[in-house]
């Protein structure tokens, strides 16, 4: 049961270089949704998705890319890294609209 | 736009005290409302969930939440803390109808339990 798997876990960037984080799930789901947590300011919504082939933007859009091409994955993308993106990224899914969310482990991203 | 507060960013107890934690959201509407853990160095697991029905909630590991509309609030509770539960805690609201895709979280509350 591998439920939402995150690649890497683990980054380290230097200002200007891109990057694309993996969120893969084998549950099905129609919903994705990426997460950036940061202390003292929660969990805020980046992008998400309600199907393949479609996207959305969430609170804090800007800097990030995203792609749903295939079902089972949610790709972030970085295209130019900024030091204010050093976070930690979760990715997420559910299977319907209301339905709760089930996340990765979370990708750790230091930003230099 | 709507949003979540939990007023308690920090809260430490000692064992076999009882915890209440905060939570009130801003939407008028239907809602359906979460409670996410999160232990040290883990992902977010779910607590407990409200969807309609019954508005006193329970949850796995002894917890429970809850639900007053007129309040807007969605307070959890446990009657004893366990040193195990030593966790980061948020609240999460998603609309019901409309922009019910997203779900927004507070800031979360950290609960730090001591021996």
């Known amino acids: 049961n591998a439920g939402v798997t995150q690649t890497p876990k683990f980054r380290v960037l230097k200002t200007g270089q891109s990057m694309t984080l993996l969120c893969a799930q084998d549950?099905?789901?129609?919903?994705m949704y990426w997460y950036r947590q940061d202390p003292g300011m929660g969990l805020r919504l980046i992008h998400y998705?309600?199907?393949?082939?479609?996207?959305a933007k969430g609170e804090v859009p800007d800097g990030y890319n995203v792609s749903r091409l295939k079902k089972q994955n949610f790709l972030l993308g970085l295209e130019s890294a900024a030091p204010s993106q050093t976070s930690v990224y979760f990715c997420?899914?559910?299977?319907?609209?209301?339905?709760?969310?089930?996340f990765g482990e979370g990708s750790r991203l230091t930003v230099l | 736009a709507q949003s979540v507060s939990q007023h308690n960013h920090h809260v430490i107890l000692s064992e076999a005290a009882s915890l209440e934690l905060g939570c009130n959201y801003s939407?008028?509407?239907?809602?359906?409302l979460f409670w996410y853990v999160q232990y040290p160095g883990q992902h977010l697991q779910l607590l407990l969930k409200?969807?309609?029905?019954?508005?006193l909630v329970k949850g796995i590991k002894g917890f429970e939440a809850e639900f007053i509309k007129s309040k807007f609030s969605f307070n959890l509770r446990k009657p004893s803390v366990q040193w195990s539960d030593t966790a980061e805690y948020f609240c999460?609201?998603?609309?019901?109808?409309?922009?019910?895709?997203?779900?927004?979280f507070g800031t979360g509350t950290q609960l730090k339990v001591e021996l």
């Open positions: 997420a899914s559910r299977s319907t609209r209301a339905g709760e969310l089930f």
């Open positions: 549950m099905n789901h129609e919903y």
């Open positions: 998705s309600v199907g393949e082939g479609t996207t």
């Open positions: 939407y008028g509407g239907t809602v359906n």
């Open positions: 409200y969807f309609s029905g019954d508005p």
């Open positions: 999460a609201v998603s609309l019901f109808t409309g922009g019910g895709n997203k779900l927004t």
